[in-house]
């Protein structure tokens, strides 16, 4: 953690996120009392790098793609930037990887190391994008050059200075905290659900508070929801592709909450489900055999958090499944019941130290999210009529979790024909329309059910291959 972090902690003295008057107020007291501090950005001098017109790395194999909108640098190695780099770019899309470390000057996927997110709120028009100025670097120890890309609207300017290692170590690691947070997280975020919901805004910045797997390297999903999303459809049911090969997806790697590692998925030894053994199998595996087909010899790991029956909604009554919730302000939900929220951190904290025991480094690629049917059920309580704030509440706090504003979210449609079911559809689409980087995968043509509330396998396959495609349009 930070020094800066540590310090924001302390003025949140409630626990539940400070507001961006509260945080402004603290940050700016926090620098002002280490001017010292700050004055070791002075001295930094501009770099002049060869540029690529029409290129950009493509994130997930480390090669060129091309596009008259942005521009790369060619391969930089990093002796030549000194022991401090500073950078100020400007991307678009999910697909292009902004900072590209390899471990020799040919750019080529057996020497690409991994990619550092910068994560900016845009999309087709390039006046929705962001310019990013003084994001400090921390490559990775085995790299030797940089790669950047960057769309053209924005300066793409790199400065480098070299102090000593105990400088860098002691007095500059503030400054790099205070850069990465204030910039990267609060200054350079927009908030789509602003207008449905002001209190969603404060929910990122909780959810950023508590924790955050550093992007480099492997991909990594979440698999989120009720049961949709816990997987109903039974083994017999399941494509060949995966009962040739004993029920398992070698390179799809879940993680094992009981053994606090991550292993291939495998029915009936390890789906990362409420039952990790059970042998019921969801869409996600159609999602991870689209993205492991297109990415051959690449592993894709994924975090589980799904019950059966669970709302997002506080209210009403709720037996089933060990009484969870999704409400990700945890201090309404009553005493007695239990916040998936809550368990989905305390797996990302397992995961992070997994990571740091390993050196495993992960990137989020995305959440893919099924829920709905827990709140229609409770319409009399007011989940309906509250349902399009808490989603958009919730996805928020899903993002902050990984300080990934534009983090893709793929949402299912839930079965229609239900008054109340098909005002939470409406409430979906309605969150949908509100962010580019949210995408309601609609299953009005796919209603064929199990048992007149869970989908099948072939809709199942709809579903996860949608979520796939929509992903590579990001």
Not at 37 to 64: C, H, M, R, W
Not at 343 to 362: H, Y
Request: charged share 15%.
């Amino acid at each position: 953690m930070g020094a800066l972090d540590q310090k924001l902690r302390a003025k949140d003295t409630d626990g539940k996120g400070l507001s961006k008057e509260d945080f402004t107020t603290a940050f700016k007291a926090i620098v002002e009392s280490t001017p010292a501090k700050f004055q070791e950005l002075s001295g930094f001098a501009e770099y002049t790098p060869t540029l690529v017109d029409n290129s950009f790395i493509t994130k997930s194999t480390g090669l060129t793609g091309g596009s008259v909108d942005y521009r790369r640098t060619a391969p930089i190695p990093l002796s030549n930037l000194g022991s401090v780099i500073k950078i100020d770019i400007g991307t678009f899309g999910g697909s292009i990887a902004p900072i590209a470390y390899y471990t020799s000057t040919s750019i080529a996927t057996g020497n690409y190391i991994s990619s550092s997110e910068i994560t900016t709120v845009g999309g087709s028009n390039p006046a929705a994008g962001q310019q990013l100025t003084g994001f400090i670097l921390t490559p990775p120890a085995n790299a030797t050059h940089v790669v950047f890309s960057s769309h053209k609207n924005f300066n793409l300017k790199i400065y480098s200075k070299t102090v000593d290692q105990a400088t860098k170590d002691g007095q500059t690691a503030f400054v790099e905290s205070a850069l990465n947070v204030a910039e990267g997280l609060y200054n350079n975020y927009t908030n789509p659900f602003a207008s449905l919901s002001p209190e969603s805004d404060k929910l990122f910045r909780r959810g950023a508070k508590q924790a955050a797997i550093g992007s480099d390297v492997q991909p990594m999903i979440i698999v989120a929801g009720q049961s949709g999303a816990d997987g109903r459809i039974p083994v017999a049911n399941a494509p060949a592709w995966l009962t040739s090969n004993n029920n398992k997806i070698d390179n799809y790697m879940m993680w094992n909450r009981t053994t606090n590692a991550f292993q291939s998925y495998q029915l009936g030894v390890n789906t990362g489900a409420l039952n990790n053994t059970a042998t019921t199998f969801a869409f996600d595996i159609y999602f991870a055999k689209a993205w492991l087909d297109a990415n051959p010899g690449k592993k894709l790991y994924a975090i589980r958090q799904s019950a059966g029956g669970v709302p997002i909604s506080e209210k009403g009554v709720n037996t089933g499944n060990n009484n969870y919730r999704w409400q990700p302000k945890t201090e309404l939900i009553v005493s007695g019941q239990l916040s998936m929220t809550n368990e989905l951190v305390a797996k990302i904290a397992a995961v992070k130290q997994f990571c740091t025991n390993t050196r495993l480094r992960l990137y989020p690629l995305a959440v893919l999210f099924d829920q709905g049917e827990g709140d229609a059920d409770r319409a009399g309580d007011g989940a309906v009529a509250d349902y399009p704030v808490n989603l958009a509440n919730l996805f928020s706090f899903f993002r902050g979790l990984f300080q990934a504003p534009a983090l893709p979210i793929f949402h299912g449609t839930i079965v229609s024909g239900n008054t109340n079911y098909n005002a939470i559809n409406t409430a979906i689409n309605q969150v949908d329309s509100l962010d580019p980087f949210l995408k309601a995968i609609d299953m009005s043509s796919r209603q064929t059910f199990l048992d007149g509330l869970h989908y099948d396998a072939n809709a199942s396959e709809f579903k996860g291959q949608q979520m796939y495609n929509n992903l590579l349009l990001m």
